[in-house]
């Protein structure tokens, strides 16, 4: 065949073979197959794909738009374009290949329209605005395949569901189109290749088995240096990290939050004086991520902090070495970013972990026997969220109109809503025409019209303010961060610089500013003379222990009793782990671990019970509110990913409640709602649900709403719909979200059935324990300043040694 000579001699030119994963894909497509690719990072799952598109269009050559690539990140949109258009050249094919994404200037985006390209590369939010608008329809009969990239990413996300609500009216607009998903770090792959196919579409699960070493080590501080017990930024580690970076050609150092890449650019800049730095983060402007990417390829740089920005990406040059501070949390998080070093096929992937604290050293540990027995997180797809249904019945309207059961048939051919029932189906659709019997008497809410059995947008103002709001992510409300001169810088949340007047100083950038002026949710800044030490601080900034990692501390810990420790990190931890036995006891995976302590704060309760922050919020809360259905108590809530603690003035009646009903699992969902502010929680959660169902929207420029405009005006709704429409569906999806996505319900009832299965230890201990100490931290840390709290960390130091 002409396509497979012309190939492989490309790839022979490069001196590459084809492996034999990429060879079952391109004769997969061939055969007129969809399916999921699932390999580790770097193994060439891009070119699987695309040289099937590459391989079909040098048999059968077509005009229009063939090859529709959907990423997850505009930032990625970049490099997947030129990896994309790379080989053409070679192959003798005379393709196109261009951008649709958020960045995409109106002069692009009028081309495109006018004359689509053979390969478009895009975001499920862009794909959503091509789908509203009727003049780009017909370009989508022409396409052959659809590739969704990173689909572990969007998967169990409300961007997954609208990817797959897109990819339903692609079937419908394209059946000739075949669909590929790309994942490289997924413990639940048959199912996601469900939620990708769709209902009654069989789906090839292709696994590339490509041999590729994976390394983990782990930085460690000197053996006289004494370690933190808490914290969670690891700068104690500084020169090791600095160390590293001098030593190696190029490097990455990955973060788990924005506010620590800003905190260790500084740090490493201070260090290295000199030395090619980089910054990447989500909240930088387009520019200066790009300058980073940049720099990375030409050798420009040396180093780059970034976020999850940087974790995914094709034709990205490999980096000598990764670094990740602290604990990655989850193994497939690891994975992805090991992936980095040695981004290509055969080559071992390193990455060096950076402990924050001397608990983080058993994480690690349980991440690399993790990844070595091949174990990685599921990504648990999302049911039936009835906010992006109403946005996509918009969209649809909009983009040409529907009948219903056409639109009803399709929406249930996809995974998120297979189940859909007529009662929830007939409620969207008069939602999202009326805003339903509640809201049916105002205008702003009529958006569509019953026009002969076809929905229709009321006017054309309808479709103009929604493609504006397109999209399910929401945050707090950004302010853009600009020089006098106009220069850009990137955006922080409004919540920080509300609490900022002119002439405050912050980090931001890697660059110490001064405020001088905010003005329609712009800040405009100029550089500091003197060093700044506020950092901004976004949402989200704490990751939970993934269920998987949980699993594996605890069986690392289990270890630890009766084996000799076995990994660098396990033999720094002994010394910490003894002196947990002295004071307490060190739990077995089987056992349950309860300590009280008096002491002149009152009276503490600390239950570890391994299951990661989330669910220990969700407990701590449980476990209040039932011990004070038994006693009139206050309590005061700690809590990180390894236990929590309950402190009050007076003493609980601790062993009778383990001894009856505090672990148990009667009554759960009552006393879940009734121990937190459930109505305020699900009041927030809602005004994202608002947002993303068009009953509120942004605006843009002048006219862009702040987050106190957006927040009263969900607010004002939320107390319309609970007073007079308290049946209303999207007030029941809010309380949902917050008892899945806030406080993790349903693993929180498996760790409760767990606890009541496993040997119940309850101590009394004389002064704080190891595994104590963090909890301390983080209540204190809330309270004091920061020298008041190492004064009082230093007391419950030498509390703790004395008691030894």
């Known amino acids: 065949m002409k396509g497979d000579k012309t190939i492989k001699a490309w790839f022979a030119a490069r001196g590459w073979r084809v492996f034999p994963f990429q060879r079952e894909v391109w004769d997969a497509h061939a055969a007129g197959e969809s399916g999921l690719l699932h390999c580790t990072t770097g193994a060439g799952k891009t070119y699987a794909v695309w040289f099937a598109a590459l391989r079909e269009a040098l048999e059968h050559p077509r005009s229009g738009l063939q090859v529709l690539w959907i990423t997850p990140l505009r930032a990625l949109a970049a490099d997947t374009e030129n990896a994309l258009a790379e080989p053409l050249a070679g192959l003798g094919l005379p393709w196109t290949v261009a951008r649709r994404t958020g960045d995409t200037s109106g002069h692009a985006r009028k081309k495109i329209a006018d004359r689509p390209p053979h390969a478009l590369v895009t975001t499920p939010e862009s794909l959503a605005v091509l789908l509203s608008q009727p003049a780009f329809a017909p370009h989508f009969a ?27 009216r692609l079937r419908a607009l394209a059946p000739a189109a075949r669909v590929w998903g790309l994942s490289a770090t997924l413990g639940n792959t048959a199912e996601a290749a469900a939620a990708l196919g769709g209902v009654d579409r069989t789906m090839r699960l292709v696994r590339g088995e490509v041999p590729k070493n994976l390394r983990i080590e782990t930085l460690l501080p000197p053996a006289e240096a004494r370690f933190p017990w808490a914290g969670h930024l690891g700068l104690q580690l500084l020169p090791q990290v600095a160390g590293r970076l001098r030593a190696s050609a190029t490097s990455i150092v990955f973060t788990n939050t924005r506010a620590q890449a800003e905190t260790w650019f500084r740090a490493l800049g201070e260090a290295l004086p000199g030395f090619p730095l980089g910054l990447h ?73 950076v402990p924050a604290n001397t608990f983080e050293l058993v994480e690690i540990a349980a991440a ?59 409620w969207a659709l008069e939602f999202a025409a009326s805003g339903g019997a509640t809201l049916r008497a105002y205008p702003e809410f009529a958006r ?132 947990q036995a002295r004071l307490s006891r060190v739990p077995g995976e089987e056992q349950f671990l309860v300590e009280r302590l008096t002491s002149r704060e009152g009276h503490h309760a600390f239950f570890y019970a391994f299951a990661g922050r989330l669910v220990h919020e969700g407990l701590a809360a449980l476990f209040a509110f039932r011990l004070a259905r038994r006693a009139p108590l206050t309590f005061s809530l ?60 942004e605006g843009v420029g002048r006219a862009r709403k702040s987050t106190r ?83 009082r960390l230093a007391r419950i130091e030498a509390a703790m040694e004395g008691a030894v």
């Open 638 to 697: 700690a809590v990180n990913d390894y236990g929590f603690e309950l402190l009050s003035a007076e003493p609980a009646p601790l062993a009778e409640a383990l001894a009856d009903d505090l672990l148990s699992g009667a009554n759960l969902l009552d006393d879940i709602l009734g121990s937190i502010h459930a109505a305020e929680m699900a009041r927030r959660r809602f005004r994202e649900i608002a947002r993303v169902a068009g009953l509120v929207n």
């Open 368 to 426: 690399r026997d993790l990844a070595g027995a091949g174990v990685i997180e599921a990504r648990e797809p999302l049911r039936a969220p009835l906010d992006v249904l109403c946005q996509h019945l918009v969209t649809v309207a909009i983009s040409g109109g529907f009948v219903p059961g056409d639109l009803l048939a399709e929406v249930r051919g996809t995974h998120a809503y297979r189940d859909l029932s007529d009662e929830d189906w007939q």
């Open 281 to 353: 983060h989500g909240s930088l402007s387009d520019e200066t991520r790009r300058e980073a990417e940049e720099g990375l390829r030409t050798g420009a740089l040396r180093a780059v902090v970034a976020t999850s920005s940087l974790d995914l990406g094709v034709d990205f040059a490999p980096v000598e070495a990764v670094l990740q501070i602290g604990s990655p949390k989850g193994v497939a998080r690891l994975l992805q970013r090991a992936g980095r070093s040695g981004h290509r096929p055969g080559a071992e992937s390193v990455v060096a972990c």
């Open 709 to 791: 405009q957006l927040t009263v005006s969900s607010s004002l709704l939320y107390d319309v719909f609970a007073k007079y429409d308290p049946a209303n569906r999207l007030l029941a999806q809010a309380t949902r979200e917050v008892l899945e996505s806030q406080l993790e319900q349903t693993r929180l009832r498996a760790t409760l059935g767990e606890l009541r299965r496993r040997e119940l230890l309850l101590v009394d201990v004389a002064a704080p324990t190891p595994f104590a100490y963090p909890l301390f931290v983080e209540r204190l840390r809330e309270q004091l300043s920061t020298e008041e709290l190492a004064a």
């Open 142 to 168: 022409s396409l052959r395949m659809i590739v969704v990239d990173e689909w572990h990413e969007l998967l169990g996300t409300k961007r997954g569901v609208l990817t797959e609500l897109g990819l339903g």
């Open 448 to 579: 569509l019209v019953d026009e002969g059995g076809r929905y229709v947008p009321r006017a054309e103002a309808v479709a103009r303010l929604h493609r504006l709001n397109i999209g399910t992510i929401t945050s707090d409300a950004s302010v853009e961060v600009q020089f006098q001169n106009g220069a850009r810088l990137g955006s922080v949340e409004e919540s920080f610089v509300a609490k900022m007047r002119p002439g405050d100083r912050f980090l931001f950038a890697g660059r110490s500013l001064e405020l001088v002026r905010v003005r329609d949710l712009r800040a405009t800044v100029r550089a500091a003379r003197r060093g700044a030490t506020t950092v901004p601080r976004w949402m989200g900034g704490k990751m939970p222990l993934s269920t998987c990692l949980s699993l594996g501390v605890r069986r690392r810990i289990d270890r630890a009793r009766t084996e000799a420790p076995d990994t660098p990190e396990m033999v720094r931890l002994a010394p910490v782990l003894a002196v």
